[in-house]
């Protein structure tokens, strides 16, 4: 499409009246990148968010992978009555 027909003086704009159908179809075909453009946002917004909070997720993420590790050794000791030392790992 040639820039010349995307400007119009006034004159020439009071003659030619829009084409709804072909601002729809242009509307419908970027529609896709558009949808990507939303979607690298939200992506980088959620990275960052994951950044900024690294000091507050690390040590949580932390702990719930010790707790998953430490359990089944945790409840082997309490089978063998050895309470106090599973009460220090943490029940």
Excluded: W
Excluded at 42 to 48: E, G, N, R, S
Excluded at 53 to 74: D, H, I, R, T, Y
């Amino acid at each position: 499409m040639p820039k010349d027909d995307l400007v119009l003086n006034d004159s020439e704009a009071a003659d030619r009246r829009p084409d709804i159908a072909a601002t729809a179809e242009a509307l419908e075909q970027n529609r896709g990148g558009t949808s990507f453009v939303l979607t690298a946002l939200l992506v980088l917004a959620c990275l960052y968010t994951l950044y900024l909070a690294k000091g507050f997720l690390a040590p949580v993420v932390l702990a719930v992978v010790f707790n998953s590790l430490l359990s089944p050794f945790v409840r082997a000791l309490k089978r063998l009555h050895m309470a106090p030392i599973a009460e220090f790992l943490g029940s």
